[in-house]
């Protein structure tokens, strides 16, 4: 079985490489792909929509219904794993570790069981090691950085390379980051996980609410200039400020996503303890 | 294309892939998928889709690596085959 896997593998390969040296040259101008579209977008999207990077121009603009599907297929991945991975219900009782903090006792408290009076501890994972400061300090420190910096990102879109999803994934990763470095429960507790699965949906409600408004504004699903009335602007910059507000809806559903995805597949739907 | 750069990018990319389907341990060829993605992130770069190429460094090889060592984490450390 092994071997006619490779065979097929092989075969398949050697068919790719025979196809790719039909490719036009890299770069090349007279290449159906530089000829067809892509002259109008390069002489035409700064007058247009008035947004330098054209990339951000034809991914939210030009091919806007593409790119909200895109994000409907990122929110269905997020979904999918939830509903494959999280369980309500516990098989067997569930055992608490808990450290207390002074002295490095470790305590297992059965279900039912009671700590000890005291502020003193502290609950951990069952494979816990222990926590390295300089790791923990180091995340702190950066994830607000982290966090500027993917705000950046998704803002500046018009402008650099970067927009909604590479921001959106950089701020789910820096709570990743945070679950990592300390655990499951911190991360959870400022990301809790019903804002998180609604937050998730509300991006994609965004992004499909802002085409919904240019519809019923008169114009096209997606076409951004009919947001001119409401946004009190000329229909070229309407057009650059709806694909600002879309990025806005990709960015959150992106991020929540992630995050979604990270702590259904870390804690195997038990949210009790990550990695 | 600097073709030295390329070059030395392309190879890596092969060396990573093979590697990242022989090696036994799975822990092992998540991290190694994850330096294939970044190569890829780089041939991007030096083809000048600066936009794919950020795409796959946050993508590829950030988070999705992330999610591997995660599932990995779940499962069994090392394949039957």
Known sequence: ?275 | MVWPIDLAILTLVVITSIGALMVKDLLGAAILFGAYSFMMCLLWTVMGAVDVAFTEASVGAGVSTVFFVAAVFRTSRRTKD
């Open chain 1, 1 to 275: 079985m092994k071997i006619i896997g490779l065979i097929v593998a092989i075969l398949v390969g050697a068919l790719l490489v025979y196809a790719a040296a039909d490719f036009p040259a890299w770069s090349d101008p007279a290449s159906p792909a530089s000829t067809y579209l892509s002259p109008h977008f390069i002489e035409k999207t700064m007058e247009e929509t008035s947004v330098p990077n054209i990339v951000t121009a034809v991914l939210a603009d030009y091919r806007g219904f593409d790119t909200m599907f895109e994000t409907t297929v990122i929110f269905s991945a997020g979904m999918a794993v939830f509903l494959l991975l999280r369980t309500f219900r516990r098989e067997e009782p569930e055992a608490r570790h808990y450290r207390h903090v002074l002295t490095g006792v470790t305590l297992r408290v059965k279900e039912g069981g009671e700590l000890p009076p005291s502020d003193d501890f502290e609950r951990i994972d069952s494979l816990w090691t222990p926590h390295d400061l300089i790791i923990k300090t180091v995340c702190r420190l950066l994830i607000p950085f982290i966090q500027l910096f993917a705000l950046y990102v998704i803002a500046h879109g018009h402008h650099s390379p970067g927009g909604g999803f590479q921001g959106g994934v950089i701020l789910g990763a820096s709570i990743i980051l945070l679950a990592i470095s300390q655990d499951l429960r911190t991360a959870v507790k400022r990301m809790a996980e019903k804002l998180d699965a609604l937050l998730c949906s509300v991006g994609v409600l965004i992004y499909a609410g802002t085409g919904a408004l240019c519809l019923l504004l008169g114009l096209n699903f997606l076409d951004y200039s009919a947001l001119a009335s409401v946004l009190h602007v000329d229909s070229i910059m309407a057009r650059s400020h709806g694909i600002l507000i879309v990025e806005i809806g990709v960015g959150i559903a992106v991020m929540c996503t992630m995050i979604w995805i990270y702590n259904n597949v870390s804690s195997g739907g038990k949210y009790n303890q990550g990695l």
